[in-house]
């Protein structure tokens, strides 16, 4: 990467544009945006190890679309191995699908719909069996205490796993039949549904999947306790990527944390933070982190730069530590700071593997939040900041009451933020697409073909906030 002119200050997202170059790629679909650090991603893209983020229909989710998700650290031992099992048993293409039956109430359908971005529910008998399908519209105008069987219907296309046709041909038969939910059998079981965009989505995302071609699972380690014991249980339970996270990575305790897990030899990637200078960067490596995350203080419930003063503007963090670590053989994610698809193809072209991205996803239907509903009808997911008196709460439940009040006055995240989902992207497979399409331009109108390329071949120029704001759509005529 170059700077149009050198840069007299530190630089955050909103700071900086890419300069377009001359280009030989002809199309956003030629290039390759896999991750390249040993982590399996095939996009380059993180769901955050926060509690109101990721769940296990996150990881599942990101995992079939190419990406990763991580559990936090606060999740019991006993719950990731649930989790990890579940994902693993998931299909890298069927989607998973919401399940009723017959003798559920329209009542239970309607609070199971906002549990995924599907606009049907599947119906099975008690001993499993396929026996249709209830959609949102055939739950409206009636008592909602109706059984599920008396408004069930038969879908328009099923399909077979034994005798399942290409996913061309699939979209073909969904869209003639004007379809938009397609159970998949396996005989007369359930395996999984298919939807005409989830088709279309398939063809276009790898899996990011493990050796037996099972969907991969990241899980985080804190540094206190006994780090190396559940470091090894989580690589036990099926964990595919390790993260031994903090606020500040660069202390003692972190590279105490890391020896002791490098020591175990686990064969998966272990990745530290958070750091955002070079010095971070060497020691955390030195200690054994085969990645590095990079970020302190531009997430959106964070509010540890207003608290302490600490912290460094994102862009300049992920272009100081991606240098170090790639002098080193690593490579480092960007955790935090990103609101549009233009901060995350900065982020690559600063030279970070990855994206770590929080409250952005926060606000889907794949995150573990009950959905709510405000007084002008519009719906959202309550998001807060790992390191506010509301998670460091949940993370000492164990300890005594004076203990767990101390460690409370120390807050440094918002406890409560609406996440409102967006109407037209609800899903995180929603921004997914955005994201990655946004990219995938990036690196066209960068000639590159792939992401070490793509760090190769950026011109990055320094912007005011007039120029910033001139790149902004404008919603409506001035």
């Given at each position: 990467m170059e700077f149009l002119t050198t840069p007299t200050t530190d630089l955050t997202y909103s700071d900086v544009f890419l300069v377009p170059s001359k280009s030989e790629v002809t199309s956003r679909m030629d290039v390759d945006i896999s991750a390249g650090d040993g982590t399996g991603a095939t996009i380059p893209l993180v769901a955050a190890n926060m509690t109101a983020v990721t769940g296990r229909r996150m990881v599942e989710t990101m995992a079939r679309r190419g990406g990763l998700g991580i559990l936090p650290q606060d999740v019991p031992l006993d719950v990731i191995e649930r989790v990890a099992s579940w994902v693993k048993d998931r299909h890298p293409v069927f989607e998973t699908p919401l399940k009723v039956r017959p003798s559920d109430t329209v009542l239970d359908v309607l609070h199971l719909l906002g549990k995924r971005n599907h606009p049907a529910a599947s119906v099975l008998h008690d001993d499993g069996t396929f026996a249709g399908i209830v959609r949102q519209e055939d739950c409206e105008g009636v008592d909602r205490f109706s059984s599920v069987e008396s408004v069930m219907r038969q879908p328009g296309v099923t399909f077979q796993v034994e005798s399942f046709p290409s996913l061309v041909e699939a979209f073909g038969q969904m869209d003639a039949a004007g379809a938009l939910y397609a159970p998949v059998l396996d005989?007369?079981?359930?395996?999984?549904?298919?939807?005409?965009?989830?088709?279309?989505?398939s063809g276009m995302f790898t899996p990011a999947v493990d050796e037996a071609g099972k969907l991969r699972v990241g899980a985080a380690v804190g540094i206190n306790g006994d780090v190396a014991g559940r470091a090894a249980a989580l690589v036990e339970y099926g964990v595919d990527v390790l993260v031994v996270d903090t606020a500040h990575g660069h202390q003692q305790k972190m590279l105490d944390a890391l020896a002791a897990v490098k020591s175990l030899d686990l064969p998966v990637p272990v990745v530290a933070g958070n750091v955002v200078s070079a010095s971070g960067v060497r020691e955390l490596a030195a200690a054994g982190a085969d990645i590095i995350k990079v970020g302190v203080g531009p997430g959106a419930m964070c509010t540890t730069r207003m608290m302490t003063a600490v912290g460094r503007p994102q862009f300049s963090s992920v272009l100081d530590c991606a240098a170090a670590a790639r002098d080193l053989g690593k490579h480092v994610w960007a955790d935090g700071g990103v609101r549009y698809p233009r901060d995350v193809a900065l982020a690559l072209a600063a030279g970070a593997s990855q994206v770590m991205i929080g409250s952005w996803f926060a606000g889907t239907v794949e995150s573990p939040g009950d959905l709510v509903v405000d007084a002008d009808g519009r719906k959202y997911k309550e998001s807060f900041g790992m390191a506010s008196a509301r998670a460091v709460q949940n993370r000492t439940k164990s300890e005594d009451a004076y203990s767990r009040a101390r460690k409370a006055m120390f807050e440094e995240g918002i406890s409560t933020s609406r996440m409102y989902l967006d109407p037209e992207r609800p899903s995180v497979e929603d921004l997914l697409d955005m994201i990655t399409s946004g990219v995938r331009s990036s690196?066209?109108?960068?000639?590159?073909?792939?992401?070490d390329r793509f760090r190769e071949r950026a011109v990055v120029g320094v912007q005011s906030a007039a120029g910033y704001e001139e790149g902004r759509p404008v919603q409506q005529s001035w």
């Open positions: 005989g007369t079981g359930l395996a999984g549904i298919l939807t005409p965009r989830g088709a279309l989505r690196m066209t109108y960068a000639g590159a073909t792939d992401l």
